[in-house]
C-alpha cells in the first residue's frame, strides 16, 4: 500500500520520504520513484526515533498478515505502540498532521455486523491475534491522547482487508495466496469450513480515501473506516479466483486459525459524507488487475 501512496504523492508533486525497514516491504515496488527529484528513501524502522522536517506524515508501519504479525509478536507490538509514540512525537514537534493506519482488526471477531466506527469492538487480549489487535488499539488511543493533549493533527483511519499488485507472494494473507495457488495450479488452502467473510478493498480505492482523509477539515479526526462493503465468504472468493484464472485448482479445507474473524464489512457511511468517498473497484475487477500482476511476476 505505501509504495501505491507514494506513486500518487509524487505524481502530486509533493516532497516524499518514504520510510521502511523492509521487514514485509519490497524495494522493488519503489525503484522507479528512485529517479524522481521529490522522492527520497530512507531505511528505517520507527520503533525508533526519527528526525526529519515534515509537514505530513502517513503512519503505515506494521506486518499486516497475520502470518507476518504472528512471526515476531513482541516486534509487532512494539511496531505499533513505540512506532505511534515515535510518529507522534514528530508530529508534535513539526507541528504535522498525522495519519494512522488503523485495521477493522480493531473491532476483533465483531458482534455487530457490518461495523461503525463507533462499535468498541470485541478483541481477545492474550491470543495470537493480540499483537496486531491491540497494538493497533493501543496506537489509536496514543493518537488521541496526542490529539487531547498536546493538539496534535490527527487523522485515524479503520482500512479493512485491502490488496492489489505489488503483494508479496509470500505474503500469507487471502487474496495473493488463493491467486498464486490458482496460477501455480496447487489447490486453494481455504481455512475453516470457507464461510467466514470479509470485504476487500482494492488498493487504489483505499490510497484515494488515505489521501482525501488527509485533505479532510482540521477538527476531522476519524476514526473512519475504510474498506469495501461488498461481502463474500472465502468459498466465494475461491471460486472467483479459480473462474478468473481459468485454474485445474481444487480446493483444500486447512484448521480454521485461533480468533479468526466469522464475519467483517465496513459501515463507510461516514467516510461517504465526511469524504465524499467511497470505493470504485469491484472485487472482480480488482481480483483481474491482481491476477495481471502476479501472472507477470511469478
Ligand atoms: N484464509 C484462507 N486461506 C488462506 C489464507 C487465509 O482461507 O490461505 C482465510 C482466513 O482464515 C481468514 C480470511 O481468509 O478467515 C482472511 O484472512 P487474511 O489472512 O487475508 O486476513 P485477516 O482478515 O484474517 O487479517
Not at 66 to 89: C, E, F, R, W
Not at 290 to 295: E, H, K, L, M
Request: net charge negative.
Amino acid at each position: 500500500m505505501g509504495s501505491h501512496l507514494c506513486d500518487r504523492l509524487v505524481s502530486a508533486g509533493n516532497d516524499v520520504v518514504c520510510v521502511d525497514n523492509f521487514y514485509t516491504g519490497d524495494k522493488r515496488n519503489i525503484t522507479h520513484l528512485l529517479t524522481e527529484s521529490n522522492f527520497e528513501l530512507i531505511r528505517h524502522d520507527v520503533t525508533f526515533p526519527l528526525y526529519l522536517e515534515v509537514d505530513q506524515i502517513y503512519n503505515l508501519a506494521c506486518p499486516a498478515s497475520p502470518v507476518h504479525y504472528q512471526y515476531d509478536p513482541v516486534q509487532t507490538t512494539k511496531t505499533s505502540v513505540h512506532g505511534a509514540i515515535n510518529m507522534l512525537g514528530l508530529a508534535k514537534r513539526t507541528g504535522a498532521t498525522i495519519l494512522q493506519a488503523s485495521t477493522s482488526e480493531v473491532y476483533g471477531d465483531p458482534e455487530v455486523h457490518p461495523q461503525p466506527e463507533h462499535y468498541w469492538g470485541k478483541v481477545n487480549p492474550v491470543g495470537v491475534r493480540s499483537c496486531y489487535d491491540e497494538g493497533k488499539r493501543c496506537a489509536e488511543t496514543l493518537f488521541f491522547d496526542y490529539w487531547r493533549q498536546h493538539r496534535v493533527e490527527i487523522k485515524v483511519a479503520r482500512i479493512f482487508n485491502t490488496y492489489g499488485p505489488r503483494m508479496h507472494p509470500d505474503d500469507g494473507r487471502v487474496v495473493s495466496n488463493f491467486i498464486v495457488q490458482a496460477l501455480q495450479a496447487e489447490p486453494l488452502t481455504v481455512f475453516g469450513d470457507g464461510s467466514q467473510t470479509r470485504s476487500f478493498c482494492y488498493v487504489d480505492d483505499l490510497v484515494e480515501g488515505l489521501i482525501r482523509l488527509m485533505g479532510s477539515r482540521t477538527d476531522f479526526t476519524g476514526p473512519v473506516n475504510l474498506g469495501n462493503p461488498g461481502e463474500f465468504s472465502m468459498l466465494e472468493l475461491a471460486t472467483e479466483v479459480i473462474e478468473q484464472t481459468g485454474s485445474r485448482s481444487a480446493t483444500e479445507f486447512k484448521p480454521l486459525p485461533q480468533d479468526d474473524p466469522q464475519q467483517r464489512r465496513p459501515d463507510i457511511d461516514l467516510a461517504k459524507n465526511e469524504l465524499g468517498w467511497e470505493p470504485a473497484i469491484p472485487l472482480t475487477d480488482g481480483l483481474t488487475r491482481t491476477i495481471d500482476y502476479f501472472r507477470r511476476i511469478l
